[in-house]
């Protein structure tokens, strides 16, 4: 596709469930971001891989989130033992280069929300 | 560490009305500063950007200066439509990998 795609849209988790979020980044992106968007707040950072290397996971929350790209393209965020605290969007960028500074834009999906009852 | 900080919405204005969506900001070093816009039901687009001090974004009649001396970079546009209504943020590059964001500003223009 054109754009950077998330599934499912939209994912509804009762307490304690284990859920999945898949990211299909733009063809040849090399850098793949996770972002975590809680309501009314900008999103913040998890993850960065470069290619299959997760080069970055300072910003997961807990042991309970694990991300993993194995063959440097599709990117799934797991959450083990949801919390209602988890409740938010979760979004995924990719870029063409290794950094989001300079001349390298970072193209986001449209995000997977997430509801923990 | 870093941090952005931009002004709390909504903004409510009228078409044609100018707009200023204020953006400060806490960086070490020299970071690039962003501007992504959110329209409802779609992903956050990049809107503009400025790579080093004094440098000026610009994009679809909206325009933000990197200002190292007071640390800001304020979006600005001269004359609003209704088709600008969606939520704005503020960001830096934290490091190589990361974006960092402001809490985002909701604009809604009225005909």
């Known amino acids: 596709g054109a754009g950077v795609s998330q599934s499912p849209r939209y994912k509804v988790a009762k307490r304690g469930q284990d859920v999945a979020l898949r990211c299909d980044p733009i063809s040849g992106h090399v850098s793949l971001f996770w972002y975590q968007q809680a309501l009314g707040q900008g999103p913040e950072f998890l993850t960065y891989?470069?290619?299959?290397?997760?080069?970055?996971k300072s910003g997961l929350p807990s042991d309970r989130f694990f991300a993993e790209r194995p063959e440097g393209s599709v990117s799934t965020l797991k959450i083990q033992r949801t919390q209602q605290e988890d409740s938010a969007v979760y979004l995924c960028?990719?870029?063409?280069?290794?950094?989001?500074?300079?001349?390298?834009?970072?193209?986001f999906g449209q995000g997977t929300r997430l509801t923990v009852v | 560490g870093n941090s952005v900080t931009q002004m709390e919405g909504p903004v409510t204005l009228s078409e044609e009305a100018f707009l200023t969506i204020n953006c400060t900001y806490t960086a070490t070093g020299y970071p690039s500063l962003f501007w992504y816009v959110q329209y409802p039901g779609e992903g956050l687009q990049l809107l503009l950007k400025?790579?080093?001090?004094?440098d000026k974004g610009s994009n679809k009649g909206f325009e933000a200066t990197y200002r190292k001396e007071t640390t800001s970079f304020h979006l600005e546009k001269g004359s609003v439509q209704v088709s600008d209504s969606a939520v704005y943020f503020c960001a830096l590059s934290g490091g190589y990998n990361k974006l960092i964001f402001g809490a985002g500003t909701r604009l809604a223009v009225h005909p």
């Open positions: 960028a990719s870029s063409l280069g290794l950094s989001v500074g300079g001349n390298t834009e970072a193209f």
């Open positions: 400025a790579t080093k001090a004094d």
């Open positions: 891989f470069q290619n299959e290397a997760q080069l970055d």
